[in-house]
């Protein structure tokens, strides 16, 4: 088993991390802020939010897309600095807003919690709420700014990635401890699905893609970032110095694997501080598809 090292601290919790013109951008969702850090480990603010941002992406023309979590909106920044409400998705939302996946045509599909995830393993514990949760739908929002529901019945729909050619959407579904694949079709619409893989007692968080068509999942409920293949089969294991949410390939040569580690997973079992970290390992095959 290969072991992580550290790139950066000082991160409240790191989501969305997404490799782009030689840095990781990422959303420090409990620091209310998209920060981005340089392969040497240098963090910067890139934009600071009211709310806790998550998920990441950009549209063709360069604007960023931000998803909103508590406000459950989606936000586009220009490249000028210019920021608005790009979608809002309160009608399709029930709990808060999470990762997100952009598409080469500047589609966002973005998933939703569909409960109140830490009331609910408050009172049930998380095995207690993986027996039984309510489920979410996921959210497609066009170009335009017009959202649509692509799929119902979603058991948190998390980490999700789009393969090189277009065509096919694979997403974690956190609290049924698997990965969903489906047919993405001209107009956004998802058909087809199917189970991708199971990963249980692992449960992917988020997630990206190589090129070998191999899925890295975040696992967290343990210290470790995992490939899988498709129909289950682990490839590889790394371990991380704390549970890890999150990861993404990038890098000149998109073979370093960033992972989004933390402990607690709330500021205020923290006393405030800062725990989460930005751990890194270097892998053999690159990335592909997006994010």
């Not at 409960?115 to 408050?122: H, P, V």
């Not at 998802?190 to 696992?219: F, H, K, M, Q, Y």
């Not at 409920?221 to 294991?237: D, F, M, N, W």
């Not at 370093?256 to 892998?283: C, D, H, N, W, Y």
């Amino acid at each position: 088993m290969k072991s992580a090292k550290v790139l950066a601290g000082g991160i409240h919790f790191g989501e969305g991390p997404r490799w782009r013109n030689g840095r990781l951008w990422f959303s420090d969702f409990f620091g209310h802020a998209v920060k981005s850090v340089s392969p040497d480990g240098d963090v910067r603010t890139e934009l600071e939010l009211d709310d806790q941002p998550s998920g990441l992406g950009w549209t063709p023309d360069g604007d960023l897309l931000v998803v909103s979590m508590t406000r459950r909106l989606l936000l586009r920044r220009s490249p000028g600095g210019r920021i608005r409400t790009h979608a809002d998705l309160s009608g399709i939302a029930t709990w808060h807003c999470n990762d997100m996946v952009v598409d080469a045509l500047g589609r966002a599909y973005v998933g939703n919690f569909g409960l109140d995830l830490d009331e609910a393993i408050a009172a049930r514990g998380f095995e207690g709420v993986v027996a039984d949760h309510a489920v979410a739908r996921l959210a497609l929002v066009d170009a335009d700014g017009s959202v649509r529901p692509v799929a119902d019945d979603m058991h948190f729909p998390n980490g999700t990635v789009i393969t090189p050619d277009g065509r096919t959407l694979i997403i974690g579904e956190t609290l049924a401890g698997r990965l969903t694949a489906f047919d993405i079709e001209p107009d956004g619409s998802l058909t087809n699905r199917r189970e991708w893989a199971s990963v249980w007692p692992r449960v992917p968080d988020g997630i990206c893609l190589d090129a070998e068509g191999a899925v890295w999942i975040a696992n967290p409920v343990a210290p470790e970032c995992v490939r899988i293949a498709e129909g289950g089969a682990v490839l590889e294991v790394i371990e991380t110095a704390m549970p890890c949410y999150a990861c993404m390939l990038g890098g000149d040569d998109g073979r370093t694997l960033f992972m989004l580690t933390s402990r607690p997973a709330r500021p205020e079992e923290a006393g405030g501080k800062p725990r989460g970290q930005i751990e890194t390992a270097t892998v053999d095959v690159p990335h592909a598809g997006r994010p």
